[in-house]
């Protein structure tokens, strides 16, 4: 039998055991140790990223509203509280909410081990986003009030 000059040469290229369709998600743990770090930004970030890439638009918006509505209420709640009241109990509230929302409306880490199609994202990539938001949130501020002279730093 002849072969066909004109067809593509074969290839194992598909028997590789590569798969382009892992996509890498932040376990209930993770984010809730990126709520406790990153604050409340951190909390909005991680969960509407996981929403995100399991494609859950209406869940990415409700965090998104959701996440404003809280940051504002505690714009205007803590100067309202003695100078003498934790703030410990706000966080412990969002690191369990974040939590709680994790494993209720996106993937627990059970169901992460046991998925062929996702996988776990980097601890060391969601520290580092922490880190490096936490330092916007805080430097970006403190250098326009210096440049504006109402602090010297």
Known sequence: MESNV???PKSDIENTSINL??????????IA??????GPIGLIYFLMT??????????KRNV???GIAFIIALLFILPMLPDDFPNSPFTVAYVVVARLVAEKYQMTKKAIIESEQYQFQSSWKAFGICLLGSALVVLVPLLILDTLGFITL
């Open 50 to 59: 996981n929403f995100s890439l399991l494609n859950d638009d209406v869940g």
């Open 21 to 30: 369709t892992d996509v890498k998600v932040y376990s209930p743990t993770q």
């Open 33 to 38: 140790c990126g709520a406790l770090v990153g």
């Open 64 to 66: 998104l509203y959701a």
């Open 6 to 8: 004109y067809a593509t």
